[in-house]
């Protein structure tokens, strides 16, 4: 029998009301309104992306995009099921969460398995810190509302310091931490939308957020790949 998650379901549990008060999305307009701001680069280039372009290097590099565009396309999916009451929620909710430990396996042939599994953990709280978000503005409540928004942000920041003490020499901490608070703009911004009943922009917003989360792909694989040349086919 499939089940949800008893962290996730009591989220989405205490989401329900939302649907009926889209209004409160305009809450979170302030959050959102830098996340169009975001730089959309170049078409993909695996000669510009890729540090060794051996094809153990270009394997993990399409790998990498391809679970963190996962997790973007999932997270998208649950917000879209959400404010749409579809029935499709709780199996989106699943793969979502599956996808975070994906993500943390990918990583631990390099860093561990409690490393990996930290990450897992992390990004697991990134999406229920999305979802207390949604709630905390659903109350109408600034002050909760703004402890939400700061926890989730934290949580970003700890993702980011994650992957810098990881890779300290190629992965800069100022840098990882704006790209994950873009990331998090991003995601609020396409709520937004989906809350207003805006679809349009909201569907404006897809192609500018994927485009950013496989930069973060890039960042990451780019970094290990640098950080364990010889793992890739190439000497230092």
């Known amino acids: 029998m499939h089940r949800t998650p008893f962290r996730l ?93 994906r993500i943390g396996n990918a990583v631990k042939p390099y860093y561990g398995r409690a490393a990996g599994n930290r990450l897992t953990r992390l990004l697991e709280e990134h999406i229920l810190g999305a979802v207390d978000v949604l709630v905390a503005a659903r109350s109408g409540d600034a002050a909760q509302l703004s402890q939400a928004q700061r926890a989730w942000s934290a949580n970003g920041r700890q993702i980011a310091d994650f992957l810098h003490a990881a890779n300290p020499r190629f992965v ?47 960042t990451i694989s780019s970094g290990i790949i640098n950080q364990f040349p010889a793992r890739f086919g190439h000497a230092r």
Not at 63 to 86: D, N
Not at 192 to 206: I, K, M, N, P, T
């Open 9 to 101: 379901r009591r989220a989405t549990r205490a989401l329900a009301g939302l649907l009926a008060i889209a209004a409160a999305a305009g809450v979170l307009a302030l959050t959102a309104a830098s996340a169009g701001q975001a730089v959309v680069r170049p078409a993909h280039d695996h000669a510009a992306r890729v540090p060794a372009r051996t094809t153990k290097a270009i394997r993990f590099h399409d790998r990498m995009r391809a679970l963190w565009e996962e997790h973007g396309a999932w997270t998208r999916m649950v917000i879209v099921s959400f404010v749409g009451g579809l029935p499709n929620l709780p199996a989106a909710e699943q793969v979502l969460l599956a996808n975070q430990a």
């Open 172 to 218: 800069r901490r100022a840098a990882a931490r704006q790209m994950m608070q873009v990331h998090l703009d991003q995601v609020t911004e396409q709520a937004v939308h989906e809350l207003r009943g805006d679809y349009a922009a909201s569907a404006r917003a897809y192609e500018p957020y994927i485009r950013h989360i496989l930069q973060m792909a890039d």
